[in-house]
């Protein structure tokens, strides 16, 4: 069964850097699309981008790119959201989803459990 | 970028009765050489991640319930739920992938009158 498993919660200040991980098994996860989904508690979905394990092709939603960074490991099935210098406003959890191998089209069939990040002065 | 438009934004059914809701997007995510809908549905529960229960608009998810339905094309969609049952409490969002950045509509609370 594939499962998504992501990293801890997190509390931050402003300005601090952080990376968030979501690590996948039960597949041959080097062939899959792994994406990232923001929600701000009490509030709608925002997609961030995906990445391919594989090769590490990355897209951003356009409205996210230079604020965040998406990587991977393909030799560990780990995915990374990665911030430079967090603010208040990142504060949110943090989901990681896969496409769905059968047509990678954009709809995300398993999710991992998210991560909260707090950044807070 | 698409806008996703839920409505209503909340409602109340019996347990038994059918509950509807609908999403409209700003342009049409029919893609006419396939006619498909690039539209999803999910389900979330208090505490939980979303789960996928619908695709291409209206191909339900292996294993979710058939009480789920999906119709519609092109800017109008409708996300029915036949007979609610108590577990079907949940927020339900539809989501476009016809064109980046993926959008969601703002979500439809579901609770039991």
């Known amino acids: 069964e594939v499962q998504l498993v992501q990293s801890g919660a997190e509390v931050k200040k402003p300005g601090e850097s952080l990376t968030i991980s979501c690590k996948g098994s039960?597949?041959?996860?080097?062939?899959?699309?792994i994406g990232w989904v923001r929600q701000v508690p009490g509030k709608g979905l925002e997609w961030m981008g995906i990445i391919y394990l594989d090769d590490s092709d990355t897209r951003y939603s356009p409205s996210l790119q230079g604020q965040v960074t998406i990587s991977a490991d393909k030799s560990i099935s780990t995915a990374y959201l990665h911030w430079g210098s967090l603010k208040a406003s990142d504060s949110a959890i943090y989901y990681c989803?896969?496409?769905?191998?059968?047509?990678?089209?954009?709809?995300?069939?398993?999710w991992g459990p998210g991560t909260l990040v707090t950044v807070s002065s | 970028d698409f806008v996703m438009t839920q409505s209503p934004d909340s409602l109340a059914v019996s347990l038994g009765e059918r509950a509807t809701i609908n999403c409209k997007s700003s342009q049409s995510v029919l893609y006419p050489s396939s006619n498909n809908n690039y539209l999803a549905w999910y389900q979330q529960k208090p505490g939980q991640p979303p789960k996928l229960l619908i695709y291409w608009a209206s191909t339900r998810e292996s294993g979710v319930p058939a009480r789920f339905s999906g119709s519609g094309s092109g800017t109008d969609f409708t996300l029915t739920i036949s007979s609610l049952q108590a577990e079907d409490v949940a927020v339900y969002y539809c989501q476009q992938y016809f064109n980046s950045p993926w959008t969601f509509g703002q979500g439809t609370k579901v609770e039991i009158k």
């Open positions: 989803a896969r496409l769905r191998e059968e047509d990678t089209s954009g709809v995300f069939d398993y």
């Open positions: 039960g597949n041959n996860f080097a062939n899959n699309w």
